[in-house]
């Protein structure tokens, strides 16, 4: 994978703030829309979504065979926010690939705080490699 760049997570970081309010209304689930395809994200949800491609955060890889180890982040929230940038990456790919797949996948992953976790550890990378400052002589 591609690792993305400190502009692209700063990008992303945007939408921290929108997914830690919990009472946001991020989609609905409406069966009348689509047999198949019963969920509407909210505009915000969508831009990021969006950016996500955009940006380079969903690459091509095999997130089929992944899946497995991508349940263990999403069980573990202390696990994923030891989680390096490729590895983030992958989560982000296979939960965004698989909505294509499995219509709500996406918003199980809004409920259970797990984009929340995600977005946090890029918070907590970006900090990381801040460049520091220099203190005047």
């Given amino acids: ?3 993305v760049n400190r502009q692209a997570i700063e990008a992303i970081l945007r939408f921290l703030p929108y997914f830690r309010v919990t009472a946001n209304e991020f989609y609905v689930c409406d069966p009348s829309l689509s047999l198949f395809d019963p969920y509407a994200y ?17 690459q091509s890889c095999n997130w089929t065979a992944w899946q497995s ?3 263990r982040y999403v069980l573990n929230p202390d696990v994923v926010a030891r989680a390096r940038v490729a590895t983030l990456q992958k989560l982000l790919t296979t939960h965004v690939r698989k909505e294509r797949f499995c219509s709500g996948h996406l918003a199980a992953m809004i409920d259970a705080g797990h984009i929340l976790n995600i977005l946090e550890r ?15 002589p």
């Fill in 1 to 3: 994978m591609e690792p």
């Fill in 42 to 58: 909210s505009p915000e949800v969508m831009e990021f979504h969006d950016l996500l491609y955009d940006l380079g955060f969903v």
């Fill in 69 to 71: 180890q991508a349940k």
């Fill in 122 to 136: 890029f918070e907590a990378i970006y900090r990381q490699s801040s460049p520091r400052r220099r203190r005047a």
